[in-house]
């Protein structure tokens, strides 16, 4: 993929994430994609479906899965406006995701690269490759206003 597909399949994530701010929820959308084809797509819906695992990836994920048959994902790429966190690092190991692209990075909980690297671990048996910042100053933006806006 090129970098003009990273940023295009960002910017589907990022309205995504205006669906979860218009529900109340933290702004974070995430997409599936493989071979340039969208299979899922989701948005935080933690507190809307009150579902502790409702977060971005997990919803897309469980959407790609359900188009293709299969809980496996080979050779997908899943975008996402912010770091993941631990359940949703596991959540793509287990779907088998290639590869993940994320916005703006997490520095309470993410765990590609900002508080460890949980997806760079030896002992995991299938490895997802990651690229962060990819519109992470959009995403940023996005996450700022969110939480100015209830202080």
Not at 39 to 65: C, F, K, M, Y
Not at 104 to 112: I, K, S
Not at 113 to 135: A, K, T
């Amino acid at each position: 993929m090129t970098a003009s597909d990273h940023e295009r399949w960002m910017q589907r994530a990022l309205e995504l994430a205006d669906r979860a701010a218009a529900l109340d929820e933290v702004p974070v959308g995430a997409v599936v994609v493989r071979d340039g084809e969208l299979l899922g797509e989701g948005w935080n819906q933690v507190i809307s479906a009150a579902d502790p695992t409702a977060h971005a990836e997990v919803v897309a994920l469980r959407a790609a899965a359900q188009r293709v048959g299969n809980y496996r994902l080979p050779e997908a790429t899943l975008y996402v406006t912010l770091e993941p966190c631990t359940m949703c690092a596991g959540a793509m190991i287990h779907a088998r995701i290639a590869q993940l692209v994320f916005a703006a990075t997490e520095p309470r909980a993410g765990v590609a690269c900002s508080r460890c690297r949980l997806l760079d671990e030896p002992w995991y048996n299938h490895r997802v490759n990651w690229q962060g910042g990819v519109l992470a100053e959009a995403s940023s933006a996005k996450l700022q206003a969110f939480f100015r806006a209830r202080r």
